[in-house]
């Protein structure tokens, strides 16, 4: 195999491996908002972690909290922009533009929070099959909004502002209808995020999660 042939092969696998993952993310979304849970555990490894602002856990305790939501009617739907994905051999980290849409009554108001972030990934390839080894929602900025636009909401500022600026919307909204919600989520910006880019580096250059930078827990 010359050199231009290696080449050539080489960046048929990496668009495939490409196309895999954007495959996984994108199924992550339909799958999970269609309660469609059999095939929604297909999308991770065993030993997944999801970190939500509402359940941070293994994929399995995500899965269980997701669907008692489902059942006592919790309307949380998602929305993917583009991705960016680093490979590095049997490992990658995607990152996929996103929003997060919730509805749910707020003091008595039925409201939608819409949370603009992106997807922070952490993937391997075992056994051939791409998985998802690690999910850390980034929370950019947020809005609350009564869906009937006439009603005049409310909210507690000393509670909102117990919250990150990215979500504190999003995380109003939860608290409302009784989740514990995570006060120390990646951002825009800050050290937080930082600790998040440093640890998808570690884990691309071979180091276990538990090895990894510190993340935030």
Same mark, same amino acid.
């Given at each position: ?30 799958? =999970?908002?269609?309660?469609?849970? *059999? @095939?929604?555990?297909?999308? /991770?490894?065993?030993?997944? !972690?999801?970190?939500?602002?509402? $359940? ?61 972030? =992106?997807?922070?990934?952490?993937? *391997? @390839?075992?056994?051939?099959? /791409?998985?998802?080894?690690? !999910?850390?929602?980034?929370?950019? $900025? ?76």
């Amino acid at each position: 195999m010359t050199a231009t042939d290696q080449d050539a092969f080489n960046e048929q696998k990496s668009e495939r491996d490409r196309r895999s993952i954007r495959d996984l993310i994108e199924n992550w979304a339909i799958w =999970r908002d269609a309660g469609d849970w *059999e @095939r929604f555990r297909t999308v /991770w490894h065993d030993d997944g !972690r999801m970190n939500a602002t509402w $359940k941070q856990g293994t994929a399995d305790e995500f899965i269980k909290a997701s669907i008692e939501g489902w059942n006592r009617g919790v309307s949380i739907l998602h929305f993917l922009g583009g991705s960016s994905i680093e490979l590095s051999g049997e490992r990658a980290i995607a990152q996929t533009k996103m929003t997060i849409s919730q509805r749910a009554d707020v003091h008595g108001i039925l409201c939608d929070v819409v949370c603009t972030g =992106r997807f922070y990934d952490f993937l *391997e @390839r075992r056994l051939g099959r /791409w998985g998802l080894v690690m !999910r850390q929602p980034i929370y950019e $900025k947020d809005r609350i909004d009564p869906v009937d636009p006439s009603a005049s909401l409310k909210l507690d500022g000393n509670l909102l502002s117990q919250f990150p600026v990215g979500y504190r919307h999003l995380a109003y909204l939860q608290s409302q209808i009784g989740y514990p919600v995570k006060k120390d989520m990646p951002g825009l910006k800050g050290q937080e995020t930082e600790a998040l880019y440093a640890r998808g580096q570690d884990w691309l250059h071979g180091k276990s999660l538990s090895e990894a930078h510190s993340a935030p827990r």
